[in-house]
């Protein structure tokens, strides 16, 4: 489903997470928004597609098969070639210690799940002014 006013332009948003139906959710809901989608359904194709595609931010779950979303933040934090990409935790942990070790690990921002999709396109407006006006 593609927003009328969807261009090669729009910010380029890489949603990874393991399960099928959050990414179509969110990616149908981004691109009606006005975002381009890219997904990604474990850590590893996470690296390599923000690698390869260079998105203006990820929105990462940390609960992932093969690479968990933590490892694949330090290795994209790490890297020169992304480490400026916004990474936005999404996890189902809504304990308090699991913000601050996400942003330990890198991440920008953080979601907890199940978040309703307007405020997770809010929360990518958010991050994304941030690096504007850096």
Request: proline share 5%; net charge negative; glycine share 4%.
């Amino acid at each position: 489903m593609n927003s009328p006013a969807l261009n090669d332009t729009a910010p380029l948003v890489l949603i990874v997470d393991d399960y099928q139906d959050a990414r179509e959710m969110y990616a149908e809901y981004l691109e009606y928004s006005g975002y381009r989608v890219a997904e990604a359904r474990n850590g590893l194709e996470a690296v390599e597609k923000a690698f390869a595609l260079h998105p203006d931010v990820i929105l990462m779950d940390l609960s992932l098969p093969v690479l968990d979303g933590w490892e694949a933040t330090r290795r994209l934090k790490s890297d020169a070639r992304t480490r400026s990409i916004p990474v936005v935790a999404l996890t189902g942990h809504a304990l308090d210690g699991h913000s601050r070790e996400a942003h330990d690990a890198g991440c920008d921002a953080y979601v907890t799940k199940p978040c309703l999709p307007d405020a997770l396109v809010r929360e990518v407006q958010r991050v994304l002014a941030a690096v504007a006006a850096a």
